[in-house]
């Protein structure tokens, strides 16, 4: 497992993408790797939904929100 997850993370890093994390009780967003695609200062500003979906494009939202809606009914 942990040799899948540092093969993951150095495909992460190469592609420049991050993955996301959503603690729902405590409405924090964490990623690993967001400093090194948007910034420090874009990666920290990101702490609750809200901040998060603020860095989402307005056309992508319907479909983000749709989706975590699916999954949080499932």
């Not at 409405?27 to 702490?47: K, M, Q």
């Amino acid at each position: 497992l942990e040799a899948s997850e540092a093969r993951l993370q150095l495909a992460l890093d190469a592609a420049r993408m991050t993955t996301w994390r959503w603690d729902i009780d405590a409405d924090v967003v964490s990623s690993n790797g967001a400093e090194g695609v948007f910034g420090a200062a874009g990666a920290a500003g990101i702490a609750s939904l809200g901040r998060f979906f603020e860095q989402v494009h307005p056309d992508d939202r319907p479909g983000l929100r749709a989706a975590l809606d699916a999954a949080l009914a499932g």
